[in-house]
């Protein structure tokens, strides 16, 4: 089992920068592949980024790609989502997950233990 505390989330402009952070308790960090979803209401939790069990392999959503990066410290426990030239589109609820798959990680039913989410709004 694990369990994920998201920080980082808070108001910022348009072309701002944020970086979310996610840590994990437990000794067996390095068995999860770790995803970021975002949520707003009345809508579905849609897939942000995800990195693979030992960081080597990370994968985006076409709507972040080239403006968030995702990224693990295995040593630490902890996944970050550094997120650049914001949006107000990106205002968003985020989560961090974490999944034993291996593949179709986009797919948010594929993530067993969920964070508790961070406010993340970006003014114009």
């Known amino acids: 089992q694990v369990q994920l505390v998201e920080s980082g989330g808070g108001l910022v402009q348009a072309g701002g920068s944020l970086r979310l952070s996610c840590a994990a308790t437990g000794r067996t960090f390095r068995s999860y592949g770790m995803g970021w979803f975002r949520q707003v209401p009345g809508k579905e939790r849609d897939f942000v980024a995800t990195i693979t069990r030992s960081g080597g392999s990370t994968y985006s959503a076409d709507s972040v790609k080239g403006r968030f990066t995702i990224s693990r410290d295995n040593a630490k426990n902890t996944v970050y989502l550094q997120m650049?030239?914001?949006?107000?589109?990106?205002?968003?609820?985020?989560?961090?997950?974490?999944?034993?798959?291996?593949?179709?990680?986009?797919?948010?039913?594929?993530y067993t233990y969920w964070g508790q989410g961070t406010q993340v709004t970006v003014s114009s």
């Open 84 to 110: 650049n030239s914001l949006k107000p589109e990106d205002t968003a609820v985020y989560y961090c997950a974490a999944t034993t798959g291996d593949d179709l990680l986009w797919n948010r039913h594929l």
